[in-house]
């Protein structure tokens, strides 16, 4: 195999997380759960339509979980799998390269 060759996986993996808003939403998730209205608020310069978009984008890649709680009125809550904890290592590497380089 070439070894200048790209992975497929590697180059999915940053596919997802080089779309729009896709790494600052799974950043805002890190610390826990976390509300739509709350990451909205987290995220001023984003549309909620979008949000939504991205959201639903990331719980079909199984990153992000979606739970339903059945109260008046119905609360919608957003948190990590353990697929999208994973990505806590990575996003924090980032975060130290933007401080030495950026």
Not at 44 to 69: A, D, H, T
Request: charged fraction near 25%; charge should be positive.
């Amino acid at each position: 195999m070439n070894e200048t060759a790209i992975c497929p996986r590697f180059e999915k993996a940053v596919a997802i997380l080089s779309k729009r808003w896709v790494s600052l939403i799974v950043y805002q998730l890190l610390p826990g759960p976390r509300r739509f209205c709350a990451l909205e608020a987290s995220l001023p310069n984003i549309s909620g339509r979008l949000l939504s978009e991205r959201l639903k984008e990331l719980e079909q890649e199984g990153i992000v979980r979606r739970e339903v709680f059945p109260e008046t009125p119905v609360r919608i809550e957003y948190s990590l799998t353990d697929k999208g904890r994973a990505l806590s290592p990575v996003l924090s590497e980032i975060g130290t390269w933007s401080s030495n380089w950026l």
